[in-house]
């Protein structure tokens, strides 16, 4: 089944998080510069946006983007000392806004829907998580990336486990240890983002991505981004096991039988809409 290309609908769902749909494709945007910070507020607005997602037949890819120059400034660090004045000294709600942000980013990565991050700012810290967290990231020359809790005695320990699995443990460490910045370009190269792209191209760029996923079948993205975290963290064996199994599974699929039809038969498939 094609994408309506036409069709948009654009909703507010918050004052710190846009959302707009067209074509298949949920473009969330965090909307509270300057730092647009993971904040109480706005990990539930993202949560619940990408919760409302994962059963919308309409949305085939997700991209997340930002206003202004701060792609994300990580947690509200102003919002957290605050509760230091609990009688437990801020602890309990230290460790709920860890959970909450830890269910967040493990949302992303178990998403049935491919997420994209559109980075054209500074994203530090769980900002950094953020951008990690996504099946793809695309960023313009204005985006950099840190992890610089180091510099204030809070070492970034969370963002560390999405970095640490998408870039070399030596080049993550660095940006752990050191708390410095890395351009675009050097992100790049050590694995955090898929491109660097001159800004005034980005949007365009981003939404090429997407509309090229979007009209593939959505059954088939959903198994193989499922398969592709598991697979990833079993030993070789085993993941090859395990995989042989999904493919069999995927190829008894309704929109495998129509892909490789349509393929044989030199037509476009028609996907299932689920």
């Not at 990580?74 to 605050?82: F, I, N, R, S, V």
């Not at 708390?179 to 983002?193: K, Q, S």
């Not at 090229?212 to 598991?230: C, N, Q, V």
């Amino acid at each position: 089944m094609g994408v309506d290309q036409a069709s948009t609908t654009t909703l507010v769902s918050s004052e710190i998080l846009l959302k707009q749909q067209a074509g298949g494709i949920l473009r969330l945007t965090l909307a509270n510069p300057p730092a647009n910070t993971l904040s109480e507020a706005m990990l539930a607005a993202l949560q619940g946006a990408l919760d409302d997602a994962a059963n919308d037949a309409d949305v085939r890819v997700i991209v997340i983007a930002a206003e202004g120059r701060i792609y994300s400034g990580g947690h509200d660090l102003h919002e957290m000392t605050a509760r230091r004045a609990d009688a437990d000294g801020g602890r309990a709600y230290f460790a709920d806004m860890m959970n909450r942000c830890a269910t967040l980013m493990q949302t992303i990565v178990r998403h049935p829907k491919p997420v994209i991050a559109e980075v054209n700012g500074l994203a530090t810290a769980a900002g950094c998580q953020l951008v990690a967290s996504c099946d793809l990231a695309i960023a313009s020359a204005n985006a950099a990336f840190c992890t610089p809790g180091v510099n204030i005695g809070l070492f970034c320990s969370t963002p560390m486990v999405a970095l640490s699995r998408n870039v070399h443990r030596k080049q993550a460490m660095e940006m752990l240890l050191t708390g410095e910045t890395v351009d675009a370009n050097a992100a790049r190269d050590m694995g955090l983002i898929n491109r660097a792209v001159p800004a005034e191209y980005l949007n365009q760029i981003v939404n090429k991505y997407a509309q090229t996923i979007a009209s593939k079948s959505p059954d088939t993205l959903k198994i193989g981004k499922e398969a592709f975290y598991r697979q990833s963290e079993m030993g070789l064996s085993d993941a090859y096991l395990y995989t042989a199994d999904v493919m069999v599974e995927n190829m008894l699929n309704r929109d495998a039988e129509e892909g490789i039809g349509a393929f044989i038969e030199k037509r476009d498939p028609d996907w299932s809409k689920t």
